[in-house]
């Protein structure tokens, strides 16, 4: 695989897995609200954070579920996958400063329509932040 061609669909198998690792910033969580609209205070404002269960801010769970993109986009199957389903649960905040471990991992694949299940999750010290899972379309090889 070449960094601009990604996976083909023959070339991929059960098991096959990839990970990132991000640290949230205060600038992401800014730069997020800024692409997505979403100002809520709880992302945004520590004294409101403050009085909230969590107690300081969060970062946004799309934010957080957006590293999943990038892997699938860039890595595993990579350029050339078409994402077609996500499906996930939000299950721990994620705070500034965390180290967000991002992981995709192949558990099904289907040759009509080169069509693969991934294994997504989210983890910050070791606790699963986001998990569920992914599926996409991946190009063969040319025949």
Excluded: W
Excluded at 25 to 30: F, G, L, P, R, Y
Excluded at 40 to 56: C, L, R, S, V, W
Excluded at 102 to 127: F, H, P
């Amino acid at each position: 695989m070449s960094a601009n061609e990604g996976y083909k669909f023959e070339d991929l198998s059960i098991g096959m897995a990839h990970e990132t690792r991000h640290t949230i910033t205060e600038e992401d969580i800014n730069l997020f609200a800024k692409v997505s609209g979403d100002y809520n205070p709880i992302h945004m404002d520590e004294e409101y954070a403050k009085k909230t269960p969590f107690g300081q801010r969060i970062a946004h769970g799309a934010l957080t579920a957006s590293y999943i993109s990038g892997i699938l986009g860039n890595n595993l199957p990579g350029p050339g996958a078409i994402f077609t389903h996500l499906e996930m649960r939000f299950r721990r905040p994620v705070f500034i400063g965390d180290e967000v471990i991002a992981r995709a991992e192949v558990t099904e694949m289907y040759e009509r329509g080169n069509r693969v299940t991934l294994k997504i999750t989210c983890s910050v010290a070791d606790k699963v932040v986001v998990g569920g899972e992914a599926k996409v379309m991946v190009p063969p090889r040319e025949a």
